[in-house]
């Protein structure tokens, strides 16, 4: 995770760069080797130490020897959209390293802070994709820095190597893509009155883009909290209203059908909804059935709250947040729980559970939207 930023650091001036015998110019393979063998939690500061640091740090042979070397690490990137900024801001969860967490659901204590949402540098911001995107047996990324880009890429499955691919008409920033019938779409991430390719669909087959039809001036307008291919439609939700596009027709209409917030652990679809804290598919009953134990989420607004949720190495992780009023104030707390879910034998061998490891207040503000969460192994 992201270690905690440190203000009273200051990149260090030239003049001590030359008489410090740790800046010693060293080939940049035995710095990306040393750089892959430590936590990513180190890397916002070693990124003041130099250039040769901050360009190695986000460089992509970092990652692919990360890969070899089997030092991969999780982490959870969240984007928020605030209202003074047209496109979402980048964190990352921080856990306080070798502390024993706790449910603040249950003890009802002020937060500890072991736990919070980090903002990541721009400094930090990998060109490498952090969205990745599953089409047919490829895996298509986005990259997700600051600086507007048209570079799609593919992964090598094998040395983990990424590399692009017949670029976007336009370029985006942090853009949003889904697969569907072999086929790439990618939405958003450009200019609102953007009409030709505010929208646009990649053939891996042709190695060509397509420009999808304007959807309306009212919904280019709208922040993007996800889009995905469900019974051969994409279906786009945003804060305000949700919209769906038909492929066969090309067309465009207001979407009634529900999206969840939806992950798979251990083959089992897992998903969030007003009604209910976490439910689980039932593929016996072809029914959604209550994850049992987690009532007491439903006291702290999750239902309520606007939900995301991931697998994190196996267990159900949670995002919501909660409107707090005080002083004529209204704010938001946003909330994160990991929950470890079980299927105990006996009479209730067809019942899930859950025990909520630890639940932490991980970020406070006035207004924003929670536009959605990404777990990435890198």
Not at 4 to 10: I, K, L, Q, R
Not at 204 to 208: A, D, L
Not at 344 to 371: C, H, R
């Given at each position: ?18 008489n410090?015998p ?24 070693l ?21 070899h ?40 204590r002020r ?92 053939d ?5 883009w ?67 804290s ?5 593929t ?8 049992r ?41 946003i ?44």
């Open positions: 995770m992201i270690m905690e930023p440190d203000e009273n650091y200051e990149e260090p001036s030239q003049k001590k760069k030359q410090n740790s800046f010693v110019s060293l080939p940049d393979e035995i710095i990306v080797n040393c750089l892959a063998r430590i936590s990513r939690s180190y890397y916002p500061k990124s003041l130490v130099c250039k040769t640091f901050r360009s190695l740090i986000v460089s992509q042979d970092l990652n692919a020897t990360r890969f070397l089997k030092t991969q690490e999780t982490l959870v990137h969240v984007f928020l959209q605030f209202y003074d900024n047209d496109h979402p801001s980048l964190f990352t969860l921080w856990i306080k390293p070798s502390q024993i967490l706790t449910n603040q659901l249950e003890k009802k937060s500890t802070r072991d736990t919070r949402l980090v903002q990541i540098p721009s400094s930090c911001v990998s060109y490498i994709p952090m969205n990745y995107v599953a089409v047919g047996s490829e895996w298509y990324g986005l990259s997700q820095c600051d600086t507007p880009s048209s570079i799609i890429w593919v992964l090598n499955k094998d040395s983990y190597v990424w590399r692009e691919v017949s670029n976007m008409t336009i370029a985006r920033e942090k853009a949003l893509a889904c697969g569907l019938n072999g086929k790439l779409y990618v939405m958003g991430g450009c200019t609102a009155d953007e009409t030709t390719n505010w929208g646009e669909v990649f891996p087959k042709t190695q060509t397509e420009s999808l039809p304007d959807p309306g001036p009212k919904r280019r307008l709208l922040p993007i909290r996800k889009i995905e291919a469900n019974q051969g439609k994409i279906y786009v939700t945003t804060k305000m209203k949700d919209f769906v596009y038909d492929p066969k027709k090309g067309t465009w209409k207001g979407s009634r059908k529900p999206l969840f917030a939806k992950c798979v652990i251990d083959n089992v679809w897992y998903r969030c909804d007003k009604h209910t976490c439910s689980w598919y039932d016996n009953r072809q029914e959604w059935r209550v994850v134990g987690l009532a007491v989420m439903n006291t702290y607004g999750v239902a309520a709250g606007m939900t995301e949720i991931a697998n994190y190495g196996g267990k159900l992780l949670l995002l919501w947040d909660t409107y707090v009023h005080q002083n004529n104030y209204r704010y938001k707390h909330w994160c729980a990991l929950i470890e879910l079980k299927r105990p034998g006996g009479i209730q061998k067809d019942e899930v559970w859950g025990n909520i490891e630890w639940a932490n207040k991980v970020y406070t503000v006035p207004s924003y939207v929670l536009m959605r969460s990404v777990v990435n192994v890198v």
